[in-house]
Nanobody
Framework: QVQLVESGGDLVQAGGSLRLSCAAS????????MGWYRQAPGKQRELVAT???????NYADSVKGRFTISRTNAKNTMYLQMNSLKPEDTAVYYC??????????????WGQGTQVTVSS
């Protein structure tokens, strides 16, 4: 089993910055792609950014130029640096990882989420 734990969510004023972290632990053989998703009240969960094990990144148009995704493979940790935050960035942010456990087989794992609230 693989566990994902997010941290770093907070209440921040518009224009401010936050850094989210996602730490993977458990019986991990390898982690392939990782990503951040978010879900605002009354809306569907949406992709924010993804990063492959080699560092190739992809961003939603709404966050391009403001958010930066990164990861440290040796620590099984992923980050999301969020700058120039807007009220519409308010959501629960979820970490996702495609991981292979020691028992074999790859699957998608989700964290429990961390709340980001941006006040105007």
């Amino acid at each position: 089993q693989v566990q994902l734990v997010e941290s770093g969510g907070d209440l921040v004023q518009a224009g401010g910055s936050l850094r989210l972290s996602c730490a993977a632990s458990g019986s991990i053989f390898s982690i392939n792609a990782m990503g951040w998703y978010r879900q605002a009240p009354g809306k569907q969960r949406e992709l924010v950014a993804t990063i492959t094990s080699r560092g190739t990144t992809n961003y939603a148009d709404s966050v391009k130029g403001r958010f930066t995704i990164s990861r440290t493979n040796a620590k099984n940790t992923m980050y999301l640096q969020m700058n120039s935050l807007k009220p519409e960035d308010t959501a629960v942010y979820y970490c996702n990882a495609d991981a292979r456990g020691l028992s074999g087989g790859s699957r998608s794992y989700w964290g429990q989420g961390t709340q980001v609230t941006v006040s105007s």
